[in-house]
């Protein structure tokens, strides 16, 4: 007769990786349910895939006993071996690893392999939902998640974080002579210039019809102006198909703690403001502006009214 295969559905566990709305919760969650489900001291989600692991592998997510250990170094990941060595493979050729401090029975890794697929299910959920269809870069859903998980966390002492908000200039210039295929595409090209840029994506955002919005963190924000200048004058120098030369205006502030995030957000927009306002294809620091008294402070607003 044959036997039921043991399930792991409908725990509770399960219910914790489908409920979740962003990447970090999402594999923490897997993380505990990794360690619940297989009896493991220690479990850490790298990215990339193991034998090809960078000198200093960066570790999405840790939990148990040795976390924040030197599990970090590639001489740590060789001595990991057998069923505690865990490839997951996402979606667009994307790798991670994961990694337990015991190996696995065959009861375990049937467990196992329940609980990634409900895990990569979800990831692929989240990824489609916080996308931009057209541009591919994470949509104003992700970003609001993301600011806002970035700006609860403790600030690094040694660098500081932007907040860059950038808008395309003369944009529906584009629209009414071209139409809008055309428009489409030049948001396109931009994204893809912004993407090259950056040599990654996930700080980058559309928030909407020719705006979009950049997270980074430097060391000075000195630096933060000279690496948005610096994009400025690549996307200056494109020639976008039928449409030729098109610029870019940016306003930017530096992400301070305890401050309200959509006050901060309004200051990055002051600074864009004044930017197209003030001839457009240049870049724009707010408390620079505010101190050269080039325009009022932004503070919120008597008797502003909180809906979310």
């Not at 170094?73 to 493979?89: D, F, M, T």
């Not at 002051?270 to 402070?297: F, M, T």
Request: net charge negative; proline share 2%; glycine share 6%.
């Amino acid at each position: 007769m044959q036997t039921e295969e043991e399930s792991i559905c409908n725990c509770d566990f399960i219910i914790d990786i489908t409920y979740c709305d962003n990447f970090v919760s999402l594999d923490q969650a897997l993380l505990n349910s990794v360690t619940k489900v297989t009896g493991a001291t220690y479990a850490g989600l790298y990215i990339g895939e193991y034998g090809v692991l960078g000198e200093q592998q960066k570790i999405l997510a840790e939990t148990g006993e040795q976390a924040s250990s030197s599990l970090k170094s590639q001489a740590a990941l060789n001595e990991w071996r057998g069923s505690n060595v865990i490839p997951i493979e996402l979606s667009a050729g994307r790798a991670l690893t994961l990694l337990l401090d015991s190996n696995c029975d065959e009861v375990e890794l049937k467990k196992l392999s329940q609980l990634l697929i409900v895990y990569k299910n979800q990831h692929e959920h989240l990824t489609r939902s916080n996308k931009d269809k057209l541009t591919n870069l994470k949509n104003r859903r992700a970003f609001d998640i993301e600011y806002q998980l970035l700006t609860d966390a403790p600030l690094s002492l040694d660098k500081i974080y932007i907040l860059a908000v950038l808008d395309i200039d003369f944009f529906k210039q584009v629209n009414d002579k071209h139409g809008h295929l055309i428009g489409d595409e030049t948001l396109i090209a931009v994204s893809h210039l912004m993407k090259d840029f950056f040599l990654r994506e996930d700080n980058l955002y559309r928030f909407g019809g020719e705006e979009f919005i950049i997270l980074f963190s430097v060391s000075s924000l000195e630096q933060a102006g000279e690496q948005l200048n610096d994009l400025r004058i690549k996307i200056s120098k494109y020639p976008f198909p039928q449409v030729g030369k098109k610029t870019v205006s940016i306003g930017y502030i530096e992400i301070e703690a305890g401050v309200d995030n959509d006050l901060l957000f309004e200051r990055a927009d002051a600074a864009l403001y004044y930017a197209k306002s003030s001839g457009r294809n240049c870049i724009k620091n707010y408390e620079e502006l505010v101190q050269e008294d080039l325009i009022e402070p932004v503070n919120r607003r008597e008797g502003a009214i909180e809906l979310f």
